[in-house]
């Protein structure tokens, strides 16, 4: 998220899609009113924009790697 500076921590699976992810991230900033409805959000992995379809199994994600989020 562009003006969060502290990570968000999630235990995701290889079968989690990247929908998934952003939904989990929404949950975990409820009450935050300028979070973005899930339509106006983007992931990142590897300086590549990501489907919200695609699964951690299908980017490659291992153990301490980073999405970024943007709104």
Known sequence: MKNRKKPIHL???EE???EDIMKKVIESLAGDASIPSL???KAMFD???CENSQTCKDL????ADCIDIYY
Request: proline share 0%.
């Open 47 to 49: 300086d590549e924009y």
């Open 11 to 13: 235990s995701v699976t």
């Open 39 to 41: 339509s106006k959000m």
């Open 60 to 63: 490659g994600l291992e153990d």
């Open 16 to 18: 989690t899609t990247v």
